[in-house]
């Protein structure tokens, strides 16, 4: 079974202050894997500096085999890897279509091209079209993304991420903000966006984890505690002392009925 | 840039600017009127070049006149070179040679400016401009010195008939580059790097995130901003028949951003009608009063703070409350407004005429205006003026306020009529 | 020997007036994230608000009275212009500054008309200070020194000694939490504003009637300034004052100097230097000598 992303020993400081302190993790291809932990534990960072957004203060990341240690965001993207932003962000002044669509262009292949229409390229038209289906946001198709509300934006964002077809995809906290139904709407949609690629989440609600993950691994102060299945991480002595039985809680409170 | 419903509209558009490029000298007869339509033609290109940077790319530049002024200076070199019969090669097509003198400065200086983003990137392209203006001076052989370079362009074999000595003939020519011009930046807008140039400007965090590099998209959109600024330098070269360093001052770099910025940013024809309002400023006010540049100023620093996206959309906010039918009831507070307005500048232009007469040697100290006479040494006008003004910003502040309430009732019934 | 020794003297001189400038600069773009265009303007006010101070009353007067004038028409554009077009963006910002200076140059022209203005140095700060083997160093240099080292130290001391000094220097990343707090973030604004204004205006005091006072002496220094700040690095204090004394040294060593290549005189090529400077450091060094914020 390949590797889809592996962390080798990935340190990262900012200044004096260690944040991620030696995390080596294998993610699986074609498996989806949930980074959970407490705040402040490094889980964006970790995503940061996997997308490239941070440069690695030590250690090496591969993208199916090959070294993306430092490599620039784009560079990354293009090797297979999306991810998407807890804080969303796109293109505030572009239609819902527009963002999508802006998504798509550089795996399409048309790269800086200036002599090209793009209202006349049909595969990046097509493309666009059936990733805006999928998010359910056909009918909001010219409205500017600044206007959506908080959860059509949250799927836009989700949209943009998988608009290149890229075969790793990193979600941050995808969830974050929503309500009940929401929350489950877009756990289906990541359901089926992840068919057959290879999903990285950073996760707070352990409901969305537990019904989603294939594995799991609790990062505490920059340090992987454990990684197993959901199984084996809700029956791990140490993460349940360093959560003290708030995963018990939440797995409860997702089997039962919670306003 | 809108899609769908204004496909018609657009070509009604398009046909209808082509056919006022057409009919413009018949309409506005006369030498004067013609030598503003050329200028108007030559400042659209070339603010159509600058928008592509700021408004498209997000790239506030100080010194696009590096671009246009290089290009007019090797324009007019080629163009003496046809004079003297080195070579052939037909006038109207000069502006090629401007646009592909222009490309090659924006590929040379733009690896270098490009690196930096925002803030740093407008003060790098200050000091690039300032580099090339003083370049200048150092270099009298290609730059010509303080006098410039001087050419003629009526030179070479006729082209179709054409001899481009007649002012109308210029303006033709002017018109048709701008039109092709236009065209073809507009165009530009509609493919993946002008996509991705609005992509950048408005979020380049994200478009990193989904596969551009930001800085080479910054950079390529640049080079094709340069290709046609070098055109409109190469058309200001064959209206004037003069290349000085005034081509690439910063008070040019600063004129075009004037003319984009108060004509409108985010809209594609905003720059368009920011020209020909500036044209008319430059060359018809100057001829009134020494203070233009002043009022000029007041007028762009107002637009900044209080209508941040240009006169277009001004024009552009009305559009939605005239299809309700509703921009009759607007009619009054904006005339009052309007009327308010004109009698604070008419204080305003009051005290700066009569500042300007005390302090211009030899010059006599009595401002005359329609009839009446004010004596800039006595205190009486001081006062008058000092009043209207204050009057007139009082006013101003009561009418505005009327009209800020009526639009935001129109807007809230739009909005709930919408809702519905 | 005794050139280069009274050239340096010169280039420092000129390179601690540069910092004075920059340093305003900075300090107004570290706080408030917009680079004031007009800045250079504030300095041209300053020379020109002097020189009719001191033709009225004195040199002395002038060298309070001007920097106030200029710091309160800095906290009057913050409060009534910059601050409307705070919640339109940078790009916004410094247009509105840019505009200003436009219209600044303008004013000047409409009041004290488009030549220069004799605006000289007082009688008793004129003369030779001390000998250089042989040359003579003129007492105002000297004055413009002290001057410039006195303001910025006594501005060091205020940022980090007084109350005020603390809030400013804790607005500068977190205005937010300072506001929080119960500070008055925006007055701490027009504060910072003004006296970033008067900075600039008290160096056209001084510098003023050392160098020339004319309309066009924003617009000769302004590049200057931006360059200095971009290439020491953006909100950087300690590049600004590297460059400062590095294009200060640079522009009056190359002006006095003989030396020419390939037919064009150093002397010609003096207004270049900086800007080709800037061309290189952003070829291998785009952050700047010292940057740490990215413009």
Sequence with gaps: MKN??????????????????????????GERHAIIGPNGAGKSTLFNLISGRYEVSAGRILLHGADITNLRPYAINRQGLSRSFQVTNIFHHMTVFENIRCGVLWSAG???????????LKDVQRRAEEVMERIGLARRRNVPAGTLTYAEQR??????????????????????????????HVVELVRSITQGKTLVMVEHDMGVVFGLADRISVLVYGEVLATGTPEEIRANPAVQEAYLGVLHKEAAHADGSHA | ????????????????????????????????????????????????????????????SFGHAVYSGLGAYVTVHVLNLIGKGTFYFPVPLLPLVGGVAGLIFGVLFGYVTTRRAGTTFALISLGVGEMVFACVLMFPGFFGGEAGVSTNRVVGKPFLGLTFGPAIQVYYLVALWCFLGM???????????????NAVRDNPERAEFVGYNTQHVRFLQLVLSSFFAGVSGALSCINFEIVSAENVSAIRSGGVLLATFIGGVPFFFG??????????????LSGFTKAWLLYLGVFFVLMVVYAPGGMASLILMQLPVLRAGRLRELAVPYALAALAALVALAGLIGLVEMVYRLSEQGASTVLTVLGMSFDAQSSPPWFVFAAVLAAGLALLRVTTRRVGERWGAIQADLLAKAAA | MEFFLVQSLNGISYGLLLFMLSSGLTLVFSLMGVLNFAHASFYMLGAYLAFQVSSKIGFWPGLVIAPLLVGALGMLV???GLRQVHRHGHVAELLFTFGLAYLLEEAVHLIWGRSAVEYRVPAELDGPLFQIMGSQYPIYRGFMMLVSVAMLVSIWLALTRTRVGLVIQAALTHPQTVEALGHNVPRVFMLVFGGGAALAGLAGVIGGNAFVTEPGMAAAVGPIIFVIVVVGG??????????????????????????SLGGISIAQAAPVLPYLLMVLLLIFRPKGLMGTREG
């Design chain 1, 4 to 29: 889809a992303v592996e962390l080798q020993e990935v340190h990262k400081s900012f200044g004096t202050t260690k944040i991620i302190q030696g995390v080596s993790l294998d993610i699986r291809d």
């Design chain 1, 155 to 184: 799927a836009l964002e989700i949209g943009v991420t998988i608009a290149g077809g890229a075969s790793v995809i990193l979600l941050d906290e995808p969830t974050s903000g929503m309500s009940r139904t929401e929350t489950a």
């Design chain 3, 78 to 80: 913050e409060r009534w």
């Design chain 1, 110 to 120: 048309h790269r800086y091209s200036f002599w090209h229409r793009v209202g006349g």
């Design chain 3, 234 to 259: 953006m909100g950087s204090l300690a590049g600004a004052f590297v460059a400062s004394l590095l294009i200060g040294c640079m522009q009056t060593f190359a002006v006095s100097l003989d030396w």
């Design chain 2, 1 to 60: 840039m809108k899609y769908a419903p204004l496909n018609l509209g657009r070509w009604i558009l398009w046909s209808a600017t082509a056919l006022l490029f057409l009919a413009a000298p018949q309409i506005f007869k006369g030498g004067f009127a013609l030598t503003m339509l050329t200028q108007m033609g030559t400042l659209i290109i070339f603010a159509l070049s600058y928008n592509m940077l700021l408004g498209q790319g997000g790239m506030l």
């Design chain 2, 183 to 197: 065209a073809a930046m507009f165009a530009l807008t509609q493919t993946p790097l002008g996509r991705m140039a």
């Design chain 2, 271 to 284: 720059p368009v009608l920011g020209a020909i309002v500036f044209i008319f400023f430059v060359v018809a």
